[in-house]
């Protein structure tokens, strides 16, 4: 699926460009504080209300949310509106992807690595005027621990923890069951008991009925129409200060046509494409009046992934997966045959770069490429080869024949909505053509049903990956397969493998930076020879907006990052109206540069930090 659109259907997890270590001798914890007094903590300066009314900022989008329930939602645009509503722990630094304090203020491990605490700020309320506290974290996290339904997007958080407690409004303390490196990314959106304990079942409740929404973020959701909209209005409550714009609104457009041609009517500020813009449409928006196009590397990967054999927990099959996929010689000789170089000059048209490893080269900690033996080079005779050793021979008719004696032709899963999956499908069934193999391609709108029945033989697949990749790794593990068939497991493509999982525990449990990314490689390695999902590019995020509607907006990274799908709510919270007389700098196309509170990392004598994890913003599988 994509995470971004499962790739897309899931979220992110990624891993922080810079970490900042101190180390203190002596010093009996780990600590994080934040003390300083910096732009991300002042109230930031409210844009003046125009005369003709509100100030509001409308986002074309090219996927549909999947549920306004953060106990429930994967796709990037529902995820990126939990972190709009809700406040999460920790935060990270828009400049350089670091963490930094969002609901807690400071944490501390014990020496041991299995108790933490941390500091709730007293100054965040709910919209409805109840304070915020540490109850209201730790019914989170409890809920998360003792109710399936709770659990179906953020359940990998907290399967390590034993006890979560809150003995005072400001302290928080969660008991580990081992050492866990990724306490400082607990990507779950906080939210208030006082609403959610009336909910009785989780795994329906869609949180979609009555507005506005009791949240704490910087915006209030207040209306909802599927496969239309989605309107926030500014929460001037916010602890860090109030939006400038009065209000934020998704607009729906299935015709990425036509929401390129809104914003060349004005009739939407920014555009973010599906998830990106064509390069045609990038083509030609650039050069016009009062439209800005932001073209950055961005945190996505785009692959290619084939169906293992889907089963469940309890060891049901399910699906009808073609059989021949088992083969792990028949999955590389099917990846060697994709011309990477082709896909990023002909369909990408330069706005990618060739893919490798499972995490894209924006977080350098983590990235992986194959070495010159291993690496699936595009080699046609070599993958008919291989196809040859597996039995997979050819008929009279030049057609590669199972071992049922038919033809082998394999059903690939593609959105309707995304025409990079259809482009490159027409070059998978040119090159697979080339092998004696067929290729249908199954495009739909909805590719969620089939893929989470595992009624598939290949999927395109992506995901945006957050700065701490251990949700993204998470989702290949057995413990993300469903209990049975009738379940939805948080599987992104139902591989199970000891192996990975042993390597998978390894690197939750390592808190040294260096030797946690180490193990995450290996497990990057493991991935890419078991053939079950192939990386053929990392898009660059291709998006635009309008300068006459918004005068700056911060990316991230701030040097050169996306506006949409951030780790964080710093682009929307950012943005400065362009009527606003506002005197913020918009000289740069990074637009406002939010300032650092670095916090100080104390190590109790480990030498290393915690590596934060966040997880994957869900591109969707839609």
Known sequence: M???????????????????????AGAAALTLTAGLATPLNPAPEQARAADDGKKVLTVAVAQSVDSLSPFLAVRLLSTSIHRLTYEYLTNYDPKDNHVIPALATKWESSPDKLTWTYTIRSNSKWSDGKQATAEDAAWTFNKM????????ANGSFVGNFEKVTAPSPTKLVIKLKKPQATMTALDVPIVPKHVWEKVDDFSKFNNDKDFPIVGNGPFILTDYKPDSYVRMKANKDFWRGAPKFDELVFRYYKDQDAAVSALRKGEVSFVAGSPSLTPAQAASLKGEKNIHVNDAPGRRFYALATNPGAKAKNGEKMGDGHPSLLDQRVRNALFKAVDRKAIIDKVF?????????YIPPRYSQYFWKPSPDQELTYDLEEAARMLDQAGLKKNGDGKRVGKDGKPVNYRVLCHATDPNDKAIGKYLQEWWGKLGIGVTLKCLDNVTDPWLAGEYDLAFDGWSVNPDPDFVLSIHTCAALPATPKDTGATDNFICDKKYDELYAKQLAEYDPAKRADIVKQMESRLYDLGYMNVMAYPNAVEAYRTDQIKSITTMPSKAGNIYGQDGYWSWWSAVPADSGDSSD???????VIGIVAGVVVLAGLGAFLAMRRRATADDRE
């Open 2 to 24: 994509n995470t971004n659109d499962h790739g897309d259907q899931r979220r992110s997890g990624r891993i922080p460009g810079r970490i900042r270590l101190v180390a203190a």
């Open 349 to 357: 048209q330069g706005h990618a770069v060739e893919g490798a490893g």
């Open 586 to 592: 918009d000289s740069s196309s990074a637009g406002v």
């Open 145 to 152: 621990m003792t109710d399936e339904g709770a659990a179906t």
